[in-house]
């Protein structure tokens, strides 16, 4: 077999292991070339008007009609599991396109927190969480991403570190009252109600926060914590660990439960 015919069958073999759907294989392009191209043409556009903007252009390309229908109807019926997938290939295709080691504002607010107990929301492969449970925390964490979360234990076990994971979407996970003395958002972002992740804060816990300036719009992160006292507040540009490593604009927090 030369090198490239097994690199193939590598790639094949870790999409079957991780459950990608060979029927899914459009999504990526559709969501991640696609739709923003859409939005970058009209930032109004509507969901309803990008799908039938999608139907013309497979037209165009001369896709059969049966698949254009069948994309459709994956994209309208089906979306959370189509995002699964998605992010499943990210985590274990062949080329990391995000930045592999913790994320340097953690680092740096780490720095200054005595250890307790962390939750790392939507952590991905466990980049973070490593780290947090490397200088003493105990870390709970989740991400709808199953293929993920299986990297980050067996990353966790190889090092003899403890993880408490999860591999469910945001609004399924039991956060809690008053459990966590910190809570991070690495790239991430709540889209369950706020007051449920910041009820499972302790007094005087903290949620550090950074991500992309466009996730959470103008001024979105300070109203997002609005209920802590917001501690610090940036929007830098900087290298973003993931969008493909872009110069961006990135919006960095840190709030603490006070009352
Ligand atoms: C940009 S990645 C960031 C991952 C990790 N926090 C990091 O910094 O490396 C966003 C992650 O959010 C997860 N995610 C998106 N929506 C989610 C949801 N509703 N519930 C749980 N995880 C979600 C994705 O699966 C993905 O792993």
């Known amino acids: 077999m030369?090198?490239?015919?097994?690199?193939?069958?590598?790639?094949?073999?870790?999409?079957?292991?991780?459950?990608?759907?060979?029927?899914?294989?459009?999504y990526p392009d559709f969501r991640n070339v696609f739709t923003p191209k859409a939005r970058a043409g009209n930032p109004s556009i509507t969901g309803g008007e990008i799908l039938r903007q999608y139907a013309a252009s497979l037209r165009a390309g001369k896709v059969p009609e049966i698949e254009i229908e069948r994309r459709l109807g994956l994209i309208r019926d089906h979306r959370p599991a189509l995002e699964i997938d998605m992010w499943n290939r990210v985590y274990t295709g062949p080329e990391p396109e995000f930045n592999q080691a913790p994320n340097a504002f953690l680092m740096q607010k780490a720095a200054g927190l005595k250890p307790g107990v962390a939750l790392d929301y939507a952590m991905g492969e466990g980049r973070n969480a490593i780290y947090l449970a490397q200088l003493g925390w105990e870390v709970w964490g989740f991400d709808q991403a199953d293929a993920a979360v299986r990297i980050a234990q067996q990353r966790a076990e190889k090092l003899g570190l403890r993880l408490h994971t999860s591999a469910v979407k945001d609004a399924d996970y039991d956060f809690g009252r008053e459990r966590f003395d910190l809570i991070l958002f690495s790239w991430a972002m709540p889209l369950v109600p706020v007051e449920r992740v910041v009820g499972s804060l302790k007094p005087g816990g903290v949620v550090v926060m950074e991500c992309a300036a466009d996730y959470v719009g103008r001024n979105g992160m300070l109203k997002m914590f609005d209920s802590l006292e917001i501690t610090q507040y940036e929007r830098i540009k900087a290298k973003a660990d993931w969008y493909n490593r872009m110069e961006t604009e990135v919006v960095r927090l840190v709030a603490v439960k006070t009352r």
Do not use: E
């Open 2 to 26: 030369t090198r490239r015919a097994m690199a193939a069958a590598a790639l094949l073999f870790r999409s079957i292991a991780s459950g990608q759907k060979r029927d899914f294989d459009f």
